[in-house]
């Protein structure tokens, strides 16, 4: 087509110059009443501004011809004998591999025969294979190539039918290809659409895009607002609608509520006083406590494996013990231990509680004013026959 256009176009600037050329002559020549003559034939003055030399007329016309000679070899030139050789026999191979089950590899096949041949018979098997693989839309493309090839003179009878064997299945593909309709919210944002990758087109209004049936991936975006993704399937000859929503990004997000929302009142009182506690006092007095009663329990272990061995003396001469006595000897031993662990635990807790109160202001005179009516109180008791402990926080 584009060979064709210039073509014309430099046959038209060949004309031009002629007629210059001749009105030229006409002019120098004169005429009895004025008008121009050729032959006895009068012939119209071409109103031309430029003037034409000998030499422009040459290479104009050279350019026409050689134009013309390209335009008509592409236009008319037939497959040599060894591409006709090569799409038959691919022809055959993507036969056989759609017979044995490998649809992409007989694609692949088809389309470069019909590359080679461009005849209405390879274009019906790449739109049937289309069809084959639920190519819907590739499928009627080629359908519709197939049948509006012009008709060569002398052709055979195999691209006659072939032709309107493709004008059929485009027929009967139209009804089966789905649609969808994609409507983004906001309104009158200006959005981006694209599906599996693909952008669609922009229109004033949603309107229906024909895909292929199958799964599909839906993705809208828009500045100032986040990226929407929406997976969804089509089947044959449906009309979707879909709708998705895109949300203002974060910062958006913030700025506007930061502006609708009123002001919080201030807390007071008990409320205030604990939304202001430092994180490292509360640390501290649950180590304090949690220390006190671990060392609380070692004093009790201790003061029953010191009961313990008491009674095991009492049974023995010197160091010289009964054996009926050495299960409550061991049993002293191990309350023995188990008091000094507990009483270090318990130490080392109350060191820590300590100094994360220390740490905290806990003991400064403006804190302790502040808190006066609170006060910390561990006491540790011991009466008979058991432990009294007591703490107040």
Same mark, same amino acid.
């Given at each position: 087509?584009?060979?064709?256009?210039?073509?014309?176009?430099?046959?038209?600037? $060949?004309?031009?110059?002629?007629?210059?050329h001749?009105?030229?002559?006409?002019r120098?020549?004169g005429?009895a009443?004025?008008?121009p003559r050729?032959?006895?034939?009068?012939v119209?003055?071409y109103p031309?501004r430029a %003037?034409c030399?000998p030499?422009?007329?040459?290479?104009?016309a050279?350019? #026409?011809?050689?134009?013309?000679?390209?335009?008509?070899?592409?236009?008319?030139?037939?497959?040599?004998?060894s591409?006709?050789?090569?799409?038959?026999?691919?022809?055959?191979e993507?036969?056989?591999?759609?017979a044995?089950?490998?649809?992409?590899?007989?694609l692949?096949?088809? @389309?470069?025969?019909?590359?080679i041949?461009?005849?209405?018979?390879?274009?019906?098997?790449?739109?049937?294979? *289309?069809?084959?693989m639920? @190519?819907l839309? $590739? =499928?009627?493309?080629?359908?519709?190539?197939?049948?509006?090839?012009p008709?060569e003179?002398?052709?055979?009878?195999?691209?006659?039918?072939?032709?309107?064997?493709?004008a059929q299945?485009?027929?009967?593909?139209?009804?089966?290809?789905?649609?969808v309709?994609v409507?983004? $919210?906001?309104?009158?944002i200006e959005s981006?659409?694209s599906?599996?990758?693909?952008?669609l087109p922009?229109?004033?209004? &949603?309107l &229906?895009?024909?895909?292929?049936?199958g799964? *599909?991936m839906?993705?809208?975006?828009?500045?100032g607002?986040?990226?929407?993704s929406? @997976?969804f399937?089509?089947?044959e000859?449906?009309h %979707?609608?879909?709708r998705?929503?895109?949300?203002p990004?974060?910062?958006?997000?913030q700025?506007?509520? +930061?502006?609708?929302l009123? %002001?919080? &009142? *201030?807390?007071t009182?008990?409320?205030s006083?604990?939304?202001?506690t430092?994180p490292?006092?509360?640390?501290?007095?649950?180590?304090?406590?949690?220390?006190?009663?671990?060392m =609380?329990?070692?004093?009790?272990?201790g003061?029953?494996?010191?009961?313990?061995?008491?009674?095991?003396?009492?049974?023995?001469?010197?160091?010289? #013990?009964?054996?009926?006595?050495?299960?409550?000897?061991?049993?002293a031993?191990?309350?023995?231990n188990?008091?000094?662990? +507990?009483?270090?635990?318990?130490?080392?807790?109350?060191?820590? !509680?300590?100094?994360?109160?220390?740490l +905290?202001?806990?003991?400064?005179s403006s804190e302790?004013?502040?808190? $006066?009516p609170?006060?910390l109180?561990?006491?540790? !008791?011991?009466?008979?026959?058991?432990?009294?402990?007591?703490?107040?926080l």
């Amino acid at each position: 087509m584009v060979r064709a256009v210039d073509a014309w176009m430099a046959i038209g600037l $060949e004309v031009r110059f002629v007629l210059l050329h001749v009105r030229r002559r006409w002019r120098r020549a004169g005429s009895a009443d004025g008008v121009p003559r050729l032959g006895g034939l009068e012939v119209f003055d071409y109103p031309l501004r430029a %003037a034409c030399t000998p030499v422009q007329r040459a290479v104009s016309a050279f350019a #026409c011809f050689a134009l013309l000679a390209g335009y008509a070899g592409t236009a008319t030139a037939d497959p040599s004998a060894s591409e006709r050789e090569t799409a038959r026999g691919l022809m055959a191979e993507a036969d056989r591999l759609r017979a044995a089950g490998d649809p992409w590899g007989a694609l692949e096949r088809y @389309q470069a025969a019909d590359q080679i041949m461009r005849v209405p018979t390879t274009g019906l098997e790449l739109a049937r294979m *289309h069809a084959a693989m639920v @190519q819907l839309v $590739e =499928a009627r493309a080629a359908a519709l190539d197939a049948a509006n090839m012009p008709v060569e003179k002398g052709e055979s009878a195999a691209y006659a039918r072939a032709r309107a064997e493709a004008a059929q299945l485009a027929v009967q593909l139209a009804p089966r290809v789905p649609d969808v309709t994609v409507f983004v $919210e906001p309104e009158g944002i200006e959005s981006r659409i694209s599906i599996d990758g693909a952008p669609l087109p922009r229109l004033p209004r &949603p309107l &229906p895009f024909r895909i292929n049936p199958g799964t *599909h991936m839906l993705v809208a975006e828009a500045p100032g607002y986040t990226i929407a993704s929406q @997976q969804f399937s089509l089947e044959e000859g449906e009309h %979707a609608r879909l709708r998705i929503v895109l949300l203002p990004e974060p910062a958006n997000v913030q700025v506007a509520a +930061s502006e609708r929302l009123p %002001a919080q &009142p *201030h807390a007071t009182g008990v409320e205030s006083a604990a939304k202001s506690t430092p994180p490292g006092r509360t640390r501290g007095y649950a180590g304090v406590i949690a220390g006190g009663a671990v060392m =609380a329990a070692g004093v009790v272990m201790g003061l029953v494996a010191t009961s313990q061995a008491s009674a095991v003396r009492e049974g023995c001469l010197g160091t010289r #013990c009964p054996t009926s006595r050495r299960d409550d000897y061991d049993s002293a031993v191990t309350l023995a231990n188990a008091t000094n662990v +507990s009483l270090a635990v318990g130490l080392a807790g109350m060191t820590y !509680g300590l100094i994360e109160l220390w740490l +905290s202001g806990a003991f400064s005179s403006s804190e302790r004013a502040a808190r $006066e009516p609170k006060a910390l109180r561990l006491s540790v !008791g011991v009466t008979q026959p058991g432990v009294q402990i007591e703490g107040t926080l």
